[in-house]
């Protein structure tokens, strides 16, 4: 079905008192939750739903407005409403994106967008414990899965320990550290939120502003050595971690 345009099956009570918007967003919605609608699905655009329901189109509007509130469809421009692709469950562990996408089945892809070493700013050479304008590896990654862009994740480390362009391309980061063994025992992660800037939405197929998840991590080896500094963004409509707390 992801080729080809999903119609819905929606009947409109005109006596009840459920908004309109709510009476087609919410009959899509549990198709989408159950799974009946399939990730990657194309659902009718706003304008042919509206007319064909004989609502308003700003209704419609809303309706898929609601939807994408939940993260339960995208809307891009010049591709049109998509189920939202399978959306990335993380755990609170110390592992890497590209191992957790592995260990879900997906197919990680890495797009290196820049890669340099640069005199650390005071702040990264704080969070290495390295001296200032200690020349350290600054480089930038696009991680897919298959041709879904995920998030933006963009590290600095230590120059003798960073892997090259190449290397980043073909694999994992901390795949990398493992087969050089370099043992990561501990990292110190904070969790935020922000809006996407025009290049992250650019580089996500965001719209401007969209909610992105951020993590800041520090990973130190067995020798408690800091190995790196990350800053990373993640798409929020398809991407969440996950915690258990106990009383």
């Not at 995208?74 to 191992?99: A, C, K």
């Amino acid at each position: 079905m992801e080729n080809e345009t999903y119609i819905a099956d929606i009947i409109i009570d005109r006596s009840s008192s459920e908004p309109l918007h709510s009476q087609i967003a919410e009959p899509l919605a549990r198709l989408i939750e159950s799974g009946e609608l399939a990730p990657g699905t194309r659902i009718e655009d706003e304008v042919s739903m509206a007319a064909r329901l004989h609502v308003s189109r700003p209704t419609a509007r809303r309706a898929f407005e609601t939807l994408t509130q939940r993260g339960l469809v995208i809307r891009r421009r010049g591709v049109g409403t998509q189920v939202t692709p399978t959306r990335v469950h993380r755990s609170m562990n110390l592992t890497s994106f590209y191992d957790d996408l592995q260990a879900s089945g997906q197919t990680p892809r890495t797009s290196v967008l820049d890669w340099n070493v640069e005199a650390a700013p005071p702040a990264i050479a704080a969070a290495l414990g390295l001296p200032n304008d200690s020349q350290v590896a600054h480089f930038r990654r696009l991680r897919m899965s298959r041709d879904e862009p995920l998030a933006i994740l963009t590290n600095w480390m230590p120059v003798d320990l960073a892997p090259s362009a190449d290397e980043l391309a073909d694999t994992g980061l901390y795949d990398h550290l493992r087969n050089r063994g370099v043992v990561v025992a501990v990292g110190h992660q904070k969790f935020s939120a922000r809006l996407a800037t025009s290049d992250e939405a650019r580089l996500l197929n965001e719209p401007p502003g969209a909610a992105l998840l951020t993590m800041q991590r520090t990973a130190c080896d067995d020798s408690n050595r800091v190995i790196e500094f990350g800053q990373h963004v993640y798409r929020a409509s398809i991407y969440s971690y996950e915690n258990t707390v106990y009383a």
